[in-house]
């Protein structure tokens, strides 16, 4: 289930709360770990720390670290407005698992944790002189531990929500998902090759998107129950109660409502999409940002060609593909699951096709675009170079129609890929 595992602690380290948790109960581990100093015999060894001094520092750390601490969510909070306001309502997600800015929170409160245990536990007389030495040195270290920490995140949260970073972040993650696409297109399960004749319908056991399919455990049902399941859906798919969501085929007799149940604990469902398994997430949301830089009120056309260089290097993903392919593996993990692959033409209508419509009366827009279909034509993979072809002419149609300027339509057609294959 190690899959599985992995599904939850991503989710879990999404929380905004999640990391301060974890610094919150270090903090206080630490405080009272100092104590056990004491009963090692190293009294005569180290010096003796006045208590005045401790607390002087603990009382800086306390006083300073809640100000910041507060600080540090407003600053968050604004930047997670910026990104939903000047980019996609979609960047939230991505925004949020900043690991600069949750490490930064985490560590003030954190500190400020530490500093109040480590002053109750001081002024009650809990540390003995190898003690106080122990607590001194680890006030220090959570000192010097703050105020780099405060510096980075400073840097940090200057660009954090800020429209270029943002493309950035959200780029880096569609670059991830797509590339483990790419990788294993099947999800390390077989290809469907035909229609399961009389497979049972395995139905959604509730709304949304699908978020997440653990391949592992509906193996081992699979081989527990000897049947073979067909997927019919993949991340990122909208699914209801009536929606199939897999075929299952058995030669033998087997309790359907309860693989059924079974087979539907495996599909995990929720009411958003996730960019980590969900490949064309990644593209929707580039693509939105552009088609709102493209609107009459932002009227930002050159965050759309910035998009589309994105898109660009993200097509480029394929050119490495296949050296470690599902198709080229020699053992396929999940062989009693066959899996749907995603249509290359739907990546294409993701990236390009909104940006073609919101930005056919653009000339350096759609010139951008027919650059960018023209070096993604260059790539070894015919399946590319046909629907770039296919896109590229499809652009220019929509400019032909938006266009007014006639000289402008005529450059655009000289650049185009469909005029330059003739």
Same mark, same amino acid.
């Given at each position: 289930m190690k899959k599985s595992s992995e599904y939850i602690i991503t989710r879990l380290r999404e929380q905004l709360w999640f990391r301060p948790l974890l610094f919150c109960l270090f903090s206080v581990a630490g405080a009272l770990f100092a104590h056990q100093a004491d009963g090692l015999g190293i009294n005569d060894l180290v010096p003796d720390i006045d208590i005045e001094s401790i607390e002087g520092l603990l009382d800086t750390i306390s006083a %300073?670290?809640?100000? #910041? %601490? *507060? !600080?540090?969510?407003? /600053? #968050? =909070? /604004?930047? !997670? /407005? @910026?990104? /939903?306001? *000047?980019? *996609?309502?979609? @960047? !939230?997600? =991505?925004? #949020?698992?900043d690991d600069v800015s949750q490490n930064a929170l985490s560590v003030f409160i954190g500190a400020f944790i530490f500093s109040i245990v480590a002053t109750i536990a001081l002024d009650n007389g809990y540390y003995g002189k190898a003690g106080r030495f122990i607590l001194f040195l680890f006030t220090l270290i959570f000192f010097t531990i703050v105020i780099l920490i405060f510096l980075r995140w400073v840097d940090r949260i200057s660009r954090l929500g800020r429209l270029e970073h943002t493309i950035h972040q959200v780029e880096t993650v569609a670059s991830k998902s797509l590339s483990t696409y790419i990788k294993h297109p099947y999800l390390k399960g077989l290809p469907i090759k035909d229609e399961f004749i009389d497979g049972k319908t395995i139905f959604a056991s509730s709304t949304g998107y699908v978020q997440h399919i653990n391949m592992e455990s509906l193996q081992l049902l699979a081989e527990e129950k000897e049947f073979k399941i067909q997927l019919n859906c993949l991340p990122g798919k909208f699914v209801h109660k009536n929606f199939v969501v897999a075929y299952l085929k058995s030669e033998n007799t087997l309790d359907f409502d309860q693989a059924q149940e079974d087979i539907n604990n495996s599909i995990h469902i929720g009411q958003t999409r996730l960019f980590d398994e969900d490949p064309r997430f990644g593209l929707i949301s580039l693509t939105e940002i552009a088609s709102r830089a493209l609107s009459p009120g932002v009227n930002d056309p050159g965050t759309a060609i910035q998009i589309i260089g994105s898109h660009e290097r993200l097509f480029f993903l394929w050119n490495e593909k296949t050296k470690n392919s599902d198709n080229n593996d020699e053992t396929v993990p999940f062989d009693r699951i066959e899996v749907p692959k995603i249509s290359m033409q739907d990546f294409f209508d993701d990236a390009f096709r909104p940006i073609a419509r919101d930005g056919a009366d653009n000339i350096e827009v759609m010139l951008r675009l027919q650059k960018a279909l023209t070096a993604i034509e260059t790539l070894a993979n015919p399946e590319l170079k046909e629907i770039a072809m296919q896109h590229s002419i499809k652009s220019y149609n929509r400019a032909e129609s938006e266009m007014k300027f006639k000289d402008d339509l005529a450059i655009l057609k000289t650049h185009s890929l469909f005029n330059k294959k003739r």
């Open positions: %300073s670290m809640l100000v #910041i %601490s *507060t !600080f540090a969510v407003a /600053s #968050i =909070i /604004s930047a !997670f /407005s @910026s990104a /939903s306001d *000047t980019a *996609t309502p979609r @960047s !939230f997600k =991505i925004v #949020i698992q």
